[in-house]
């Protein structure tokens, strides 16, 4: 049982170049959630998706897109990568089967550390 | 006011000692409550849910006061492996689901 599968776990972008980061779940979540994490900053959510086909938007969603592609995966888009976006980016998800408490407790992936020049 | 505020730290506390964390969000509509602990350059892991009858787990015992919006985690007979930064998160209903809000989190050294 994998969990929550990030991928790539490290890379280095050109100012104005694009890439996506990739998320897998195999808890059968129906919730998915991209963070980015900065020195003094915290956690701060960029989109969330409620179940598959739908996406929203959180704190941060500037300069980002989401995809959610099944159940199982929920990609993040850089368009045109930005220094202000050099960040740690995770990728959680919640909400399987199971009682109340079960259900809200999210896990996270290993993370991506992103850096843009 | 931020959603979930906690004190930054950090703590430097020695080997066997007791320290408590406290934290506050502002949403009265928040309805589950969490611990999670982070490792330097790791990713967060649950530590424990918070209830309001308060709960234990071994050296950590959490507690949740809904009129205050206030909720604390205490740390019996610290270890050094208790060394990481400890995050408050609130979970409220959002937009069809219920999103995860973080506080800054509370960085704790255990010293020998």
């Known amino acids: 049982n994998a969990g929550v599968t990030q991928t790539p776990k490290f890379q280095v972008l050109k100012t104005g170049q694009s890439m996506t980061l990739q998320c897998a779940q195999d808890?059968?979540?129906?919730?998915m959630y991209w963070y980015r994490q900065d020195p003094g900053m915290g956690l701060r959510l960029i989109y969330y998706?409620?179940?598959?086909?739908?996406?929203d938007k959180g704190e941060v969603p500037n300069g980002y897109n989401v995809s959610r592609l099944n159940k199982r995966e929920f990609s993040l888009r850089l368009e045109s990568a930005a220094p202000s976006q050099t960040s740690v980016y995770f990728c959680?998800?919640?909400?399987?089967?199971?009682?109340?408490?079960?259900?809200?407790?999210?896990?996270f992936g290993q993370g991506t550390r992103l850096t843009v020049v | 006011r931020k959603e979930v505020e906690q004190d930054p730290g950090p703590f430097n506390v020695p080997e066997g000692a007791t320290v408590a964390f406290n934290c506050t969000y502002s949403?009265?509509?928040?309805?589950?409550f969490f611990w999670y602990r982070q490792d330097c350059r790791k990713e967060p892991k649950l530590l424990m849910s918070?209830?309001?009858s308060g709960n234990e787990d071994g050296r950590f015992t959490a507690q949740l006061n809904r009129a205050s919006q206030y909720i604390s985690l205490l740390i019996r007979d610290s270890k050094l492996s208790d060394s990481a930064t400890y995050l408050c998160?609130?979970?409220?209903?959002?937009?069809?689901?219920?999103?995860?809000?973080f506080g800054k989190g509370t960085k704790l050294s255990v010293i020998p």
């Open positions: 949403n009265s509509a928040s309805q589950s």
């Open positions: 808890m059968n979540h129906n919730s």
């Open positions: 959680a998800s919640s909400g399987g089967s199971g009682n109340w408490d079960v259900l809200k407790k999210a896990f």
């Open positions: 998706s409620a179940s598959e086909g739908t996406t």
């Open positions: 998160v609130v979970n409220r209903p959002g937009a069809g689901s219920y999103q995860l809000t």
């Open positions: 918070v209830y309001s």
